[in-house]
């Protein structure tokens, strides 16, 4: 069964019961918010829990009710999805791996320092904003050797020095 709710002029979705459940345990909806199973009849989410026993959340010994850590909170608990027609997930995947291909690509074009330096600086970009290790290390390393590329070639230059 999945389930649509109402917050702050918003609708997100779909949850399963188990998802909805830690999303209202950790107070990313409230009892005021509405809940709905077919997105035409809608409730107050305290009007179901009320009706739905595995809402209920136990106590821990002592009395004091659990709570998701704050830190955790945006990253253990399903984030709360909008359900609008034709929504698509952000394009974290396709950013991640322009970053990875441009990090193989400044890896092979370093000897080329015009070509590999604005591939590696682009690349990194991609995988600082998306924190894709995989292609901050490979850019990193493109920068790096594109770099040390371009100072041996302008010292080469200067000094007049020839290896034919």
Known sequence: MSYFVKHSGKLYGPFSLEQLTANISCDLF??????????????DIGD???????????????????KAPTALRSVAVPVAVPAEAGYEPAPQKQTSTASLVLGVLSVIFWLLP????????????LGIRKKYVAGIVLNSIGLALSIVNAVIGAIIAVKGLSFL
Do not use: C, N
Request: net charge negative; proline share 9%; no cysteine.
């Open 114 to 125: 015009i070509i590999g330096f604005p591939i590696a600086v682009v690349g990194l970009i």
């Open 48 to 66: 179901f829990k009320a009706r739905k026993r595995p809402l209920t959340v136990m106590p821990l010994a002592g009395g004091t009710m659990p």
């Open 30 to 43: 409230t009892d005021k918010d509405q809940v709905s199973e077919d997105q035409m009849e809608w409730e």
